[in-house]
């Protein structure tokens, strides 16, 4: 079992930045990858970036890519992400998840993640 705690949004102004934590705990040493997913109101859960926990390869979303960057700390069992020109279509509930299954690629949708955060309100105001 992982326990993902995320924290760090709140509102900021158009063009501000943010940066997200998720805090895993439990049995992390099961965790190949983790990813950050958003849900805006009357929106579908989208994908926005992942990371593989045993090497630096990550994977963005085209909408926020050159803009977000993701980043873990294994000895924190942590992952970032740092939002930079946030822009109003950027508000949503930010959601932490890992992959627990080992797989030849770093997935991006959400049934292919197997543990969630509680998730975490970015407002972007213009």
């Known amino acids: 079992q992982v326990q993902l705690v995320e924290s760090g949004g709140g509102l900021v102004q158009a063009g501000g930045s943010l940066r997200l934590s998720c805090a895993a705990s439990?049995?992390?040493?099961?965790?190949?990858?983790m990813g950050w997913f958003r849900q805006a109101p009357g929106k579908e859960r989208e994908f926005v970036a992942a990371?593989?926990?045993?090497?630096?390869?990550?994977y963005y979303a085209d909408s926020v890519k050159g803009r977000f960057t993701i980043s873990r700390d294994s000895a924190k069992n942590t992952v970032y992400l740092q939002m930079n020109s946030l822009k109003p279509e950027d508000t949503a509930v930010y959601y932490c998840?890992?992959?627990?299954?080992?797989?030849?690629?770093?997935?991006?949708?959400?049934?292919?993640?197997?543990?969630w955060g509680q998730g975490t309100q970015v407002t972007v105001s213009s």
């Open positions: 990371i593989s926990w045993s090497v630096d390869n990550t």
């Open positions: 439990g049995r992390t040493g099961v965790t190949y990858a």
């Open positions: 998840a890992a992959d627990s299954i080992h797989r030849p690629y770093i997935a991006t949708m959400p049934y292919e993640y197997d543990y």
